[in-house]
């Protein structure tokens, strides 16, 4: 008889490979899923087990035993593993680093996978076996023996009926009543605070067209205000009826508590929360109340994509456009296109909602391979938003703004509504300068300006973070002042509260809101519906629902129109059309200024005439005329280096391993090695190779074959490198 079983497990490792163990029968059984202990190098790990192979390449003398085994059930069900394996495959990032994302801190680091419990009394069976009024003499005993009859309560209801913990104590010592530890449940009592709105038309055609069970994937293309979360709603609601469970993605800075709160007024069901913002602990509570179905509704950020559950029943990805759910370093993911990949798996619907759908999905959505739903008018709102185009050539601006922007301000605050200004920067000035010799504060470590902040008062490297103080006078020719040079929110900000002393103004970005509690105070602000002047970055621009915000104005967003990334445009319009949609979103007539230096540009003039969906199939048109994707597969290695010319030799090699197994092609396109627009970031020099395949499943196959070649080159170890499938930027 055997002692060992040998079982393959994925440790958490840069290698891209997975390594055999021997795992003693006196652990029990082993399946795949489960958590184990391993020694790996001078390490202990906690690996996965991913197979029970038949056979190992080592012989067996030479594999180690597994150390412990943590879990006695699989912590990854059968398709989570599935879904990781088949996504470290596809991203060709090592199986152990994509299984240990999947997982929360907690459990990543080896806790058992226990779910919360809570303490609650219950009556004994010697209790039961009392008769009513006793024990006799003790009056408040008797009334707590009858309370606990009922049904087990938590030591907080118990003291809310007013028994003390004397009482408590007392039936305790007689042994009639014992604490015991239960999974944590929550109760609803009282109606719902929010029932179901009656649908429009379009939205019920919508509703009716998801498929309650079964794969699909449906594209909810509505513009912004069209009442895309009321059809999340019912569409979930139906799942829920059903006993199913709900999987809601939302962009980073979308999941606000007034996201939740959302949810929580329409249903009475308990809802996860999995996002950076929640601490170690709640997360990992979610993420095993979902596995065991208790969370019957799931919301979370990118890699909730990732949440096990036990009764999957829909997954909605909201603004599916939004750039948060690609993963920019390490496992590059998307977790759109991973939710996709999940509902086919668990044969359920998927809902992705946007007002400016990806290129990506809208090309998806008119070669039929996705339902495409429309919603085309707004839902609580008679009127339609105006854009109206400041060409701003030659034209004298106070702080960047045109006076006709000034004046909508103020008339806005003048009516009692509130407005936003959008300016994409965040600090005070992008450039500060010295006006006799044109010294300029520059980055030591970066091809980059530093920013000018006002609060606190420094110079800021929004690439490396570098921090250094202002200088007094300029470093070179010593001049005593320098020139504050473009617009920031700080200044903005700054400007405002000058020309309106009694208005508040919010400013809102990443400085700002470091803290959930800064930024959720300030939503609640906006809520009381008082006037008041919302200044921010695009953390404004996504799915907040403002009633009382009348006027927008768009400052600089036309950066997109002149960029090197083939993304850009199609980037801008959607961050342009997003921020517009603040505007009139209920009884307010809305008015929007887009503020520009090419306010005759085709694309503009597109967008701004016609709207989204026409300036999309245009882009869409040129990206087929050229092969880009969403017409042919991309992928980028990224090489960087404190020394250029070994990040650039590692490209060049890898460039010529590439064409020995696929020589280039109209089908198989090589571009570069290229630098980096910023070439010099943090000390390292940057460099990048592209390829483009006609053909996803032969680029897939490629890629293996080319990394194992790659991780052969002895520069391979001396330079940084990442390979980035279906990358988001570019350049
Ligand atoms: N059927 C309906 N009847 C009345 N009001 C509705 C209906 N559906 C939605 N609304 C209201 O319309 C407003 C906008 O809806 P919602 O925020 O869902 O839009 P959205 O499409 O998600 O917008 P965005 O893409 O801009 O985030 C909300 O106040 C919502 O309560
Ligand atoms: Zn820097």
């Known amino acids: 008889m055997l002692e060992h079983t040998i079982i393959r497990v994925a440790v958490p490792s840069p290698l891209r490979r997975q390594f055999d163990y021997?795992?003693?029968?006196?652990?029990?059984?082993?399946?795949?899923?489960?958590?184990?202990?391993?020694?790996?190098?001078?390490?202990?790990?906690?690996?996965?087990?991913?197979?029970?192979?038949?056979?190992?390449?080592?012989?067996?003398?030479?594999?180690?035993?597994?150390?412990?085994l943590i879990d006695s059930q699989p912590l990854f069900d059968a398709s989570l593993l599935q879904l990781c394996l088949w996504a470290a495959n596809y991203y060709q990032h090592p199986v152990g680093e994509v299984l240990h994302a999947a997982l929360p801190a907690l459990l990543r680091a080896g806790e058992q996978a226990n779910l919360p419990t809570e303490t609650r009394w219950q009556i004994t069976v010697q209790g039961l076996g009392l008769p009513e009024g006793a024990p006799k003499g003790a009056k408040k005993q008797a009334n707590l023996l009858t309370f606990l009859r009922n049904g087990a309560r938590t030591p907080s209801e118990i003291e809310q009926a007013g028994f003390s913990r004397a009482i408590l104590k007392a039936l305790s010592d007689k042994q009639l009543a014992e604490a015991i530890e239960i999974t944590e449940t929550q109760t609803f009592n009282g109606p719902l605070s929010e029932l179901a709105l009656t649908l429009n038309p379009e939205q019920s055609t919508a509703l009716k067209a998801i498929k309650p069970t079964g794969f699909s994937t449906n594209l909810l293309d509505g513009v912004t205000g069209s009442g895309k979360t009321e059809v999340y709603l019912q569409a979930i609601a139906q799942q829920l009826e059903a006993g199913r469970q709900a999987l809601v993605l939302v962009p980073e800075i979308g999941l606000t508590p007034q996201t939740v709160a959302r949810f929580q007024r329409r249903f009475h069901v308990p809802v996860g929360i999995l996002h950076s913002g929640v601490a170690d602990g709640g997360r990992n509570s979610a993420w095993l109340r979902a596995r065991a179905g208790l969370d019957r509704i799931i919301i979370g950020t990118r890699s909730a994509v990732f949440t096990p559950l036990k009764h999957p029943g829909i997954i909605i990805v909201d603004e599916e456009h939004d750039n948060s759910y690609k993963q920019q370093e390490g496992f590059r993911y998307s977790a759109r296109d991973l939710a996709v990949y999940r509902a086919h798996q668990l044969r359920i619907p998927l809902l992705m909602g946007s007002a400016t759908p990806s290129l990506e999905t809208l090309s998806n959505a008119r070669s039929g391979r996705y339902q495409h739903l429309k919603l085309t008018q707004q839902a609580a709102s008679a009127h339609s938003t105006k854009v109206i185009a400041i060409d701003i050539r030659g034209q004298y601006l106070q702080e960047g703004l045109a006076s006709q922007s000034l004046e909508a301000i103020k008339g806005a605050i003048a009516k009692g509504e509130q407005a936003l200004v959008f300016i994409n920067r965040r600090g005070f000035a992008p450039v500060i300068?010295?006006?006799?010799?044109?010294?300029?504060?520059?980055?030591?470590?970066?091809?980059?300006?530093?920013?000018?902040?006002?609060?606190?008062?420094?110079?800021?490297?929004?690439?490396?973070?570098?921090?250094?103080?202002?200088?007094?006078?300029?470093?070179?020719?010593?001049?005593?002042?320098?020139?504050?040079?473009?617009?920031?929110?700080?200044?903005?900000?700054?400007?405002?509260?000058?020309?309106?002393?009694?208005?508040?103004?919010?400013?809102?970005?990443?400085?700002?809101?470091?803290?959930?509690?800064?930024?959720?105070?300030?939503?609640?602000?906006?809520?009381?519906?008082?006037?008041?002047?919302?200044?921010?970055?695009?953390?404004?621009?996504?799915?907040?629902?403002?009633?009382?915000?009348?006027?927008?104005?768009?400052?600089?967003?036309?950066?997109?129109?002149?960029?090197?990334?083939?993304?850009?445009?199609?980037?801008?319009?959607?961050?342009?059309?997003?921020?517009?949609?603040?505007?009139?979103?209920?009884?307010?007539?809305?008015?929007?200024?887009?503020?520009?230096?090419?306010?005759?540009?085709?694309?503009?003039q597109l967008l701004l005439n016609q709207g989204y969906a026409a300036l999309a199939d245009c882009l869409l048109r040129e990206r087929q005329v050229v092969e880009l994707p969403p017409f042919s597969a991309m992928v980028l290695l990224r090489a960087e280096s404190k020394r250029p010319e070994n990040a650039l030799a590692f490209l060049q090699q890898a460039r010529a391993k590439a064409e020995s197994l696929q020589a280039p092609s109209p089908q198989f396109r090589y571009l570069g090695p290229l630098p980096a627009s910023m070439e010099k970031r943090q000390d390292r020099f940057r460099f990048l190779l592209q390829l483009q395949a006609s053909s996803r499943a032969h680029l897939q196959q490629f890629l293996p074959q080319w990394l194992a070649l790659i991780e052969q080159m002895a520069l391979s170890k001396r330079v940084r490198w990442n390979l980035d499938v279906d990358p988001q930027e570019t350049h």
Request: proline fraction near 7%.
């Open 433 to 604: 300068m010295c006006h006799f010799c044109g010294w300029q504060a520059k980055c030591p470590r970066c091809d980059a300006r530093m920013t000018l902040h006002r609060q606190p008062y420094h110079l800021h490297c929004h690439h490396c973070d570098h921090q250094r103080r202002v200088p007094q006078q300029c470093p070179d020719c010593k001049a005593p002042e320098l020139q504050h040079i473009g617009q920031g929110t700080e200044r903005t900000e700054e400007f405002l509260s000058k020309l309106l002393p009694s208005t508040p103004i919010l400013r809102i970005d990443r400085d700002s809101t470091r803290s959930h509690k800064q930024l959720n105070s300030m939503l609640d602000q906006i809520a009381t519906g008082e006037p008041c002047v919302l200044v921010g970055t695009q953390m404004l621009a996504k799915g907040h629902h403002f009633p009382k915000v009348s006027t927008v104005v768009i400052l600089e967003a036309d950066g997109g129109l002149f960029s090197a990334d083939f993304r850009a445009t199609e980037k801008m319009a959607q961050l342009i059309v997003q921020v517009a949609g603040r505007a009139g979103r209920e009884a307010l007539q809305g008015q929007v200024f887009l503020q520009s230096h090419h306010t005759d540009h085709p694309y503009l």
């Open 22 to 68: 021997l795992f003693p029968h006196t652990f029990g059984s082993a399946v795949p899923g489960q958590r184990v202990q391993v020694a790996f190098g001078q390490q202990q790990l906690i690996g996965i087990i991913t197979e029970l192979p038949k056979s190992s390449d080592l012989p067996i003398d030479k594999l180690k035993p597994v150390l412990a």
